[in-house]
Structure formats: C-alpha cells, structure tokens
C-alpha cells in the first residue's frame, strides 16, 4: 500500500504557473509509478502525465498538455512534482496523483491508489 496526498492548487490567470506536489508514504516509493489525473465538474477523469518507478527516466503527456507542464520524481523527498506553466482556463480542475507498480499508464482503471485531490483554478 502507498497513500498518497497532492498539494499546490490555487488560483492562477492565464499564462500563470503552479507546481503540484504528491507526496508518499507507507511503502518504498521508488517501486511505484506515478501518475496525474484531472477531472472537472460533468466530465470524466482524465490523464495529465505520468512518469516511471525508480530513475523515472520515461514520461508520458496528454497532448491538451504537453509542453507545457513537466512531471518529475524525486525519490528522496518520496515526491512527484507536476509544474504547470502557461496555464490556460481549460486546465481548471481537482487534479489527483495516482500510483502503481513500476509502469504508469493513462487509464483510471489501471490505478488503486489515489491522492485526495487538489484544485486548480485558472481564470482568464
């Protein structure tokens, strides 16, 4: 088991910045993919990015976001980062952290353990 608790959410304008953090615990970290899910009022939960267990040297991006935000691990800290930059009034959601084993993958279904969510406000 890992819980798992996301911070950072707040209220941005557009072109602003905001870095997310997930922050881990009750069992080695570094064995465990991490991924970023957002969900917005009547609409699905969707994949943001994703990154490896260990060195996390694979990385995965929806393309609503790519070049834009930028997932980071940092197994010391037993925390994923998620900096978002160039922000615009559709990322406004409650983005969730998400983690199992070795892989990340960009399905809701392939995930048991999740964050309790942190909301994220971008106004234009």
């Known amino acids: 088991q890992v819980q798992l608790v996301e911070s950072g959410g707040g209220l941005v304008q557009a072109g602003g910045s905001l870095r997310l953090s997930c922050v881990a615990s009750?069992?080695?970290?570094?064995?465990?993919?991490v991924a970023w899910f957002r969900q917005a009022p009547g609409k699905k939960r969707e994949f943001v990015a994703g990154?490896?267990?260990?060195?996390?040297?694979?990385?995965d991006y929806a393309d609503s976001v790519k070049g834009r935000f930028t997932i980071s691990r940092d197994n010391a800290k037993n925390t994923v980062y998620l900096q978002m930059n160039i922000l615009k009034p559709e990322d406004t959601a409650d983005y969730y952290c998400?983690?199992?084993?070795?892989?990340?993958?960009?399905?809701?279904?392939?995930?048991?353990?999740w964050g309790q969510g942190t909301q994220v406000t971008v106004s234009s």
């Open positions: 998400a983690a199992r084993p070795s892989y990340t993958s960009r399905r809701v279904a392939d995930f048991r353990s």
């Open positions: 990154i490896n267990a260990r060195s996390g040297g694979l990385t």
């Open positions: 009750g069992d080695t970290f570094s064995n465990y993919a």
